[in-house]
């Protein structure tokens, strides 16, 4: 059974720093590609920052400079770095990520897992 667990979200004022994680618990699988995403209510979620399977990045124009997306292969963690951080980045953040099992030298791969998002509050 794999699960993805955010955390770090909270509660920062303006021009703060914050650092999300989302650790994908299981077995016997790496992380292929991910990305973190964000919700307020009655928006659709966006894409916030995301990695492909090749290593590039991509970053929502409204937080390039200020965010940044890596990952530690070995724990199978995926971090969201943000800084700079402004009232309309308060959000819910989810992070999704796509999986990839090895069986020799077959790959199996599978897609859109999410976690139960963490909530980010800008605010003086």
């Known amino acids: 059974q794999v699960q993805l667990v955010e955390s770090g979200g909270g509660l920062v004022q303006p021009g703060g720093s914050l650092r999300l994680s989302c650790v994908a618990s299981?077995?016997?699988?790496?992380?292929?590609?991910a990305g973190w995403y964000r919700q307020v209510p009655g928006k659709q979620r966006e894409l916030v920052a995301a990695?492909?399977?090749?290593?590039?990045?991509n970053y929502a124009d409204s937080v390039k400079g200020r965010f940044t997306i890596s990952r530690d292969n070995a724990n199978n963690t995926v971090y969201l770095q943000m800084n700079s951080l402004k009232p309309e980045d308060t959000a819910v953040y989810y992070c999704?990520?796509?999986?990839?099992?090895?069986?020799?030298?077959?790959?199996?791969?599978?897609?859109?897992?999410w976690g139960q998002g963490t909530q980010v509050t800008v605010s003086s």
């Open positions: 999704k990520a796509d999986l990839v099992y090895k069986l020799g030298p077959a790959k199996f791969y599978e897609y859109d897992y």
């Open positions: 299981g077995n016997s699988f790496s992380i292929n590609a």
């Open positions: 990695f492909t399977s090749g290593g590039i990045t």
